[in-house]
């Protein structure tokens, strides 16, 4: 697509695993006749209220954002986003509409877990807000520049690496990470401290 007519956008939703409350209504995307700073494209962040709650919200040097627009340019584009709730480590799903429509790859960086995602439509993260707070950061664009604005966190793996689980202590569930460099047989399975297996989570050859 050229840089100077490309219009896209995403919307992230983010739902409490534990009551179903939702903040859905979160869009970034570029049009066009954005501009740099706050305009009509933009929508300000309602404050976060009462007990066992959800905010989802992109930082702006005037405000909380829940939609950030930008005009279109030929490198490719940030957002920084948190999630908070008002207690501490509610799991909350988060989901992500309109990938598909983006001509530019989509990463999500884990900023708190160093960890990376490749974005897709179908694409459903699980996580926890720890102390109440989680934040993330939302390329698109080429794998060298999402590498430059990485915040160090490397994005395609180098070796085969298996990460700590969380939440730990889990209950009743738990998300667990693994690299894999290259195109490989992967098999994962679950065994219990007596040694016996108790579940096979990934038997398949996995790409990188």
Do not use: C
Not at 17 to 43: H, K, M, T, W
Not at 72 to 86: L, R, S
Not at 154 to 168: G, H, K, M, S
């Amino acid at each position: 697509q050229d840089g100077s007519s490309t219009t896209w956008r995403v919307q992230i939703r983010a739902t409490r695993a534990d009551n179903g409350l939702a903040d859905i209504e979160n869009i970034v995307g570029v049009e066009p006749g954005a501009s740099g700073g706050i305009d009509a494209y933009d929508a300000f962040e309602p404050p976060l209220f009462g007990q066992k709650t959800l905010s989802l919200s992109f930082p702006s040097p005037e405000a909380e954002l829940t939609h950030d627009f930008r005009p279109a340019n030929d490198e490719g584009y940030i957002w920084d986003f948190k999630i908070q709730t008002p207690d501490e480590k509610a799991h909350v799903l988060l989901s992500f509409d309109g990938i598909s429509g983006v001509a530019l790859p989509v990463r999500l960086l884990d900023l708190d877990t160093k960890m990376p995602h490749t974005l897709n439509d179908a694409s459903r993260i699980e996580v926890n807000t720890n102390r109440g707070e989680r934040r993330f950061r939302l390329i698109a664009g080429s794998l060298e520049f999402a590498q430059k604005h990485s915040e160090g966190i490397q994005l395609v793996p180098t070796e085969f690496a298996l990460y700590q689980n969380y939440p730990n202590p889990l209950n009743p569930m738990t998300v667990i990470q693994y690299s894999v460099p290259s195109k490989q047989y992967i098999s994962l399975k679950v065994y219990d401290l007596l040694g016996k297996e108790v579940a096979t989570l990934v038997n398949d050859v996995q790409d990188a």
